[in-house]
Nanobody, 120 residues
Framework: QVQLVESGGGLVQAGGSLRLSCAAS????????MGWYRQAPGKQRDMVAT???????TYAGSVKGRFTIHRDNANNTVYLQMNSLTPEDTAVYSC??????????????WGQGTQVTVSS
């Protein structure tokens, strides 16, 4: 089964930057969409940014202009460049690959998450 592994999280001061990476354990032929989600303590998991197979990107309003999602399809990897970080960005960030199965069923694969903590 496909496994996703995130990396790049850590502790950073407000105004700083981090770059998150998420790589799949195997080559995936039909990735419908890649995305980053985050969950702060006591809150639900929310979408941060997504990128479709065609390259269309979507961002949460709170991160638009500060975060950039990009991909390396050849290596089944998605990145999230986070700039101008604020304490409100503190959360566990998880990547998700939405994959089209051979039966055309859409299946989601999630990483374990990486902690991002932004200090004042």
């Amino acid at each position: 089964q496909v496994q996703l592994v995130e990396s790049g999280g850590g502790l950073v001061q407000a105004g700083g930057s981090l770059r998150l990476s998420c790589a799949a354990s195997e080559n995936i032929f039909r990735i419908n969409e890649m995305g980053w989600y985050r969950q702060a303590p006591g809150k639900q998991r929310d979408m941060v940014a997504t990128i479709t197979a065609s390259g269309e990107t979507t961002y949460a309003g709170s991160v638009k202009g500060r975060f950039t999602i990009h991909r390396d399809n050849a290596n089944n990897t998605v990145y999230l460049q986070m700039n101008s970080l604020t304490p409100e960005d503190t959360a566990v960030y998880s990547c998700k690959f939405r994959i089209r199965t051979p039966t055309l069923y859409l299946r989601n694969y999630w990483g374990q998450g990486t902690q991002v903590t932004v200090s004042s």
